[in-house]
């Protein structure tokens, strides 16, 4: 079963419009951690964000933001006035304490095209 | 702080070839690396965990034999394609977690490795 699953494949947006992007993700462990991972065209992966289950507020870093709802087990990610550098391809992932290999579990990715 | 670095970052060879990838941390000491597979515009697939001294854990599905996993150090891990063909094509990336850190570290990843078999 999928563990993450981000149902936006494709998003595209002109500059300074906002973007969404959506994760929800499974698990039973009631101690978990989730990440996002941005992936540009160049392939390397750029971590984002890590919060654990139990730290259920939102956080803001510059243009970035980030809504985790355990009730709703989303973990969304918002991009405020995007620019065309945001182009990418954004990876939701869940790591899960119960099997303690620190194994990541990766949603399919949302491709996000910021047209100028 | 906590690079890793994969060498090469591309490699175009003939069928048959075998290809070793590197996976190092630069500042840092890994237990644990993971090598993943990306097949264009999917997501990532983790094929093995790799750990320091210990024979590597394989995901079902992925050929032990076809993909050896080598962890000789705390800072080196390799991933040999043995007998590459077309089909094993893909793009392959490393991550590694600082030792004695907890999961709620995060996985810091290779730049990857673009591997095109003729």
């Known amino acids: 079963a999928q563990k993450v699953t981000q149902a936006q494949t494709e998003i595209s947006v002109v500059e300074k419009e906002d973007v969404t992007l959506d994760c929800v993700y499974e698990t039973r462990d009631t101690t978990y951690y989730l990440f996002w991972y941005k992936q540009p065209p160049s392939g390397e992966l750029v971590f984002l964000i890590r919060?654990?289950?139990?730290?259920?507020q939102n956080e803001i870093s510059g243009r970035y933001s980030w809504n985790f709802q355990k009730s709703t087990s989303s973990f969304n990610f918002t991009i405020t006035a995007s620019q065309v550098v945001d182009s990418a391809v954004y990876f939701c992932?869940?790591?899960?304490?119960?099997?303690?290999?620190?194994?990541?579990?990766f949603g399919a990715g949302t491709t996000v095209t910021v047209r100028a | 702080g906590a690079v890793v670095s994969q060498h090469p970052s591309r490699v175009i060879c003939k069928s048959g070839t075998s290809v070793k990838i590197e996976c190092r941390s630069l500042d840092f000491q890994a237990t644990t690396m993971f090598w993943y597979r990306q097949f264009p515009k999917q997501s990532l697939m983790l094929m093995a965990t790799s750990n320091e001294g210990s024979k590597a854990t394989y995901e079902q599905g992925v050929e032990k034999d076809k993909f050896l996993i080598n962890h000789a150090s705390l800072t080196l891990s390799t991933l040999t394609v043995t007998s590459a063909h077309p089909e094993d094509s893909s793009f392959y990336i490393c991550?590694?977690?600082?030792?004695?850190?907890?999961?709620?570290?995060?996985?810091?990843f290779g730049d990857g490795t673009r591997l095109s078999i003729l």
């Open positions: 992932a869940l790591s899960e304490m119960r099997s303690n290999d620190y194994k990541l579990s």
């Open positions: 919060r654990n289950s139990f730290d259920e």
């Open positions: 991550s590694a977690i600082q030792q004695g850190r907890r999961s709620n570290q995060p996985q810091h």
